[in-house]
């Protein structure tokens, strides 16, 4: 290699570090490829799953963006909560799901972060079963949510609500993610022989582009593969 050739392979290698470059990438590069190469939004909530050990502690990651974005529009979601917190523990100690859930501000968004036990659609219908006054609250002052109140009469639709809203889960192993677009654009052809690994740091920015909040993983479990009633049975400790 030639002493001009070495000047030029570290010019091009500390290019992508550099201001100018970082600023045509974020302005116009990723703008274009996604013109291009049309994305579609990856669609919240894990997996489903016929393994059991697959479909405990599960992760509900619901973001609420707020109408009011302002101090005042955060102190009425704060509120919201507070008023109905007598409501809220009762409730959430009679879901008839295992979980374990908080409500969380976020810059502009109110969120709930829960892990569960389970199928999502019977989680979320036993949330209507036992706070849905709570989340009629809470998501009046969300954008959108007007469509879906009271969620006691509009039970299909706050579902559906719910799961636009929830994180899509960026899967464990990078070539699942490619499986996860190829499905929701309709290919159901599994065989990796198609993946170019090469291409997988573009197409994951432009489905960040697409899912510009993600969960990262499936999440990291104190006792895979059981749920805390199989612990509790085992212990001894009834349910």
Not at 112 to 125: C, E, K, L, P
Not at 152 to 178: G, S
Request: proline share 6%.
């Amino acid at each position: 290699m030639s002493r001009d050739e070495g000047i030029m392979d570290r010019f091009v290698d500390r290019l992508p570090e550099t201001s100018l470059f970082k600023f045509v990438a974020a302005r116009i590069l990723v703008p274009l490829w996604a013109w291009w190469t049309p994305v579609k939004p990856l669609p919240g909530g894990p997996h489903p799953s016929f393994q059991h050990s697959d479909n405990v502690q599960c992760m509900m990651n619901l973001i609420m963006p707020l109408k009011d974005k302002s101090p005042i529009g955060r102190a009425h979601a704060a509120m919201a909560i507070a008023q109905h917190k007598d409501a809220i523990f009762a409730g959430l100690n009679n879901v008839g799901t295992v979980h374990f859930a908080r409500f969380v501000i976020v810059g502009d968004n109110i969120c709930m972060f829960s892990v569960y036990d389970g199928d999502f659609t019977n989680y979320i219908r036993d949330f209507i079963a036992t706070i849905g006054e709570v989340f009629d609250a809470v998501v009046g002052l969300v954008e959108g949510g007007e469509k879906v109140i009271p969620c006691e009469k509009n039970v299909e639709a706050f579902i559906q609500w719910v799961h636009e809203r929830d994180l899509y889960q960026v899967p464990d192993t990078p070539t699942d993610f490619l499986r996860d677009q190829e499905a929701l654009n309709g290919d159901r052809n599994v065989s990796p022989v198609n993946d170019d690994l090469t291409l997988l740091p573009r197409k994951m920015v432009l489905q960040l582009r697409a899912n510009a909040n993600v969960s990262l993983g499936s999440g990291y479990r104190a006792y895979p593969g059981f749920s805390v009633a199989q612990v509790r049975k085992q212990l001894g400790l009834g349910w």
